[in-house]
């Protein structure tokens, strides 16, 4: 029919959904998380899990380099490549989820998997990072970040990722994306697997892929298969079933806000489940999956009243900071390095930063009480 889409929301949302079903499986399955690695460089100096990250960043890096020279995927229909740089908001917002998420005892992505693991404390963070994050978009958190840190921003002739800066500079995109995706992705690569422990790590390597992989084909699925270049009823080009209205790949702080939107407001007919909620649900029952299966499942409460406390103040530092700096360990530190965005790298390295000075002050205090 004329006033139908060509593809309808209720097929990215399945496609999404299985999409996060196998992130939520190999994450548990391998224990990934990128404060684990984080911790283990900080405590232990141990970079096996650093490395795994990095090998998640290298494919991810790889496909979307492929997707955009195939014509199949445009960073700059992307959140993370606009014109203008907010860079105090990705400092600022970057290094907030890096204290949260050590505050929280884990990312977005982690507090998923382990509700699908049993663990009860996450589920308060999943509500609590929710709030924290609509908050930021639409409530009073958002005065403060519209006020203070978005108006502090650079305006840039082309898009900010790498490959369109060199353009702007007379390289020739395509040449430009090409030798940058070599570089990039394929020097991650050979950090990940420089390391024999690494390599001999079979399970967290295959996790690693699947996880880069499915990001990859978070792109696909929302920038091609999604894609109408003229939507039947708007005349106009249009990605079925994102909330942001463009292309969207995994990310996991402002899609648990919009999941918690559906549940309050379950009866709007407006409301319908997107790729991003549909891949919160996935991750979810991935992990459950996974734990029931490998009979791993169990149930885990806070301990204390102080525990209750830091998990929750993590978790609304997560909503706050990942909104602001418009994505977390997964939606920057991995689908947004995947577009070379200048914002990914310095959210990136905020994350990095915030979670290891608070790592640090951690041990500091634990020494002092001991």
């Not at 994306?177 to 394929?186: D, F, H, W």
């Amino acid at each position: 029919m004329l006033d139908e889409p060509i593809v309808a929301a209720s097929t990215i949302a399945w496609i999404a959904f299985a999409l996060g079903l196998v992130f939520g499986y190999a994450g548990n399955r391998s224990n990934f998380c990128t404060m684990g690695a984080v911790s283990d460089v900080v405590n232990m100096g141990d970079w096996t899990r650093m490395r795994m990250w990095a090998l998640a960043v290298a494919v991810a890096v790889l496909g979307s380099g492929a997707l955009q020279l195939a014509g199949l995927f445009d960073s700059a229909d992307s959140i993370y490549t606009g014109r203008r740089l907010t860079w105090l908001s990705h400092l600022i917002g970057g290094a907030l989820f890096g204290i949260g998420m050590t505050l929280a005892s884990g990312c977005g992505s982690k507090t998923l998997i382990r509700i699908g693991g049993g663990n009860l404390k996450s589920l308060i963070v999943f509500v609590f990072l929710g709030l924290s994050a609509y908050m930021t978009m639409r409530g009073l958190f958002g005065v403060w970040r519209t006020q203070l840190l978005d108006p502090m921003a650079v305006q840039l002739t082309t898009h900010q990722d790498l490959p369109s800066i060199l353009a702007g500079l007379g390289i020739e995109r395509e040449t430009a994306l090409t030798a940058l995706t070599l570089l990039v992705g394929g020097g991650l690569l050979a950090f990940a697997l420089a390391s024999r422990e690494a390599r001999q790590s079979g399970g967290m390597l295959a996790g690693a892929i699947a996880i880069g992989a499915v990001c990859v084909a978070g792109w696909y699925l929302t920038a091609h298969i999604g894609y109408v270049e003229e939507h039947p009823r708007t005349l106009e080009r249009a990605f079925i079933g994102t909330n942001s209205g463009g292309a969207e790949s995994f990310t996991f702080v402002a899609p648990v806000a919009y999941t918690l939107e559906l549940f309050l407001l379950w009866t709007d007919s407006s409301r319908i489940v997107t790729f991003g909620i549909a891949g919160v649900f996935g991750v979810i029952a991935g992990s459950a999956l996974y734990a029931t299966t490998s009979r791993s499942f169990r149930l885990e409460a806070f301990q204390s009243a102080d525990d209750l406390v830091r998990h929750i103040v993590g978790a609304v530092l997560m909503g706050f900071g990942g909104v602001t700096a418009l994505g977390c360990t997964v939606g920057q530190g991995i689908t947004g390095l995947s577009t070379l965005a200048i914002g990914s790298l310095l959210t990136t390295a905020a994350i990095i930063a915030g979670a290891a000075a608070t790592m640090k002050v951690q041990y500091w205090l634990m020494m002092r009480e001991a």
